[in-house]
C-alpha cells in the first residue's frame, strides 16, 4: 500500500506532522507505522480524511450523531431526553449537508481490511451492511449506481471487531475490500439495519467519486424531506 510521511500527510490534511500523528493515534488514519525514523500513515486515509469538510468546533458523540441520523431518516430517537431532541431538532433545522458529514464524523470507529472475496458473504451475515453493501439493485439504480465489485462495508458492536478480524484473519489495509465500523449505540440497528441516512453518508465517504456525489445527494434528500430545505 502506498505510505506518506507525516509531513506530507500534513501538507495534505493544512495541519501540522504533530496533529497527523494524533488522528493516527485517534484511528482516524490508518497504516501508521515507523520506517526507520520516519513515521508514515496510508496515502489511502489521509485522501479520505482530506475529503471531508471542514468545520469549526467539535463533532456530535457518537450518541449524538446516531440521533441525529435516525430523526434525517424520518425516524424516533428514544434514547434522547425531551430537551436533547428540542435541541438536537434546531441544530439539524440549520445544517447543510456538510455539516452533517462532519458532525456526524465520530459515529464509529472505522478499519479496513483485506480478505479473500470468497469470505465476504460469510462475514456479511454477521455484520449489518451498510452503504452500497446496504442497498439493493433497484436502489443502487435510483441512487444512479451500478453494482461494483465485491466489497462489504459494514457495522457491528465495537467489542466484537477484533474477534471478527481474528476470525477472518483480515489483513489492515486502507485500501482492502472490507470496511468495518465499530459502534457502541447498537441499539439504532434494532430493525437489522442501519437509518437510511447512515447508509447515505457510509456511501459518500467513498473515494469514488460517483459514490460520492451519490451519497451526499440522497443525504440532501432526505434532510430536505424532513426539514423542507437542502
Sequence with gaps: MAELTSTAA???LGV???????????GQLQGARLLGRTFVVDAESVQRLAQEPRRRG???SE?????????VSDS??????AVERTRLMHRLRRSSVDDLVYLARQRARVRRFRCHTTMLDDIASRVVPTGGSALHVDNLRKWGLTPAQKHLDAYLPVGDVDALTERFALVDDAAGNVTLRGVACVD???RGRPPLAAVALDLADSLNTRERAAGLRELGSLHSAVFGRG
Aim: proline residues 9%.
Design 188 to 190: 439504532v440497528f434494532a
Design 76 to 81: 424516533d430517537a428514544p434514547w434522547l431526553s
Design 10 to 12: 500534513a501538507e495534505i
Design 63 to 71: 450518541r449524538i450523531a446516531w440521533a441525529a441520523l435516525t430523526i
Design 58 to 60: 467539535r463533532p456530535w
Design 16 to 26: 501540522t506532522p504533530r496533529e497527523v500523528r494524533r488522528l493516527a493515534s485517534d
